[in-house]
């Protein structure tokens, strides 16, 4: 099967930055589309950003002009850099992938566990 990883959460000040990663391992034959969601307290889950292997980007609106997301598909894995933090942007983060396990097969899309991210001073 196959897993994603995510790292990079944690508590950070309004204004401040993280890099989030996520890891993708596993019976892989091929990703297409990586992205990034987040779930805040009560509310639903959300995209964040989305990028394709060739390079593609997708972002919501409120954070395309402060999150980047980015890829290395030698390593199976995306990355996002947040800045300009705002506690707003205190969730769950959690990096979804659509993956082909063989040719022949219709690809899965397999959740990571999340990581969290605080905005508070």
């Known amino acids: 099967q196959v897993q994603l990883v995510e790292s990079g959460g944690g508590l950070v000040q309004p204004g401040g930055s993280l890099r989030l990663s996520c890891a993708a391992s596993g019976s892989i034959f091929t990703i297409y589309a990586m992205g990034w969601y987040r779930q805040a307290p009560g509310k639903q889950r959300e995209l964040v950003a989305t990028i394709t292997s060739g390079g593609t980007t997708n972002y919501a609106d409120s954070m395309k002009d402060r999150f980047t997301i980015s890829r290395d598909n030698a390593k199976n894995t995306v990355y996002m850099e947040m800045n300009s933090l705002k506690p707003e942007d205190t969730a769950v983060y959690y990096c979804?992938?659509?993956?082909?396990?063989?040719?022949?097969?219709?690809?899965?899309?397999?959740w990571g566990q999340g990581t969290q991210v605080t905005v508070s001073s």
């Open positions: 979804n992938a659509e993956v082909k396990t063989t040719r022949y097969q219709r690809p899965i899309y397999p």
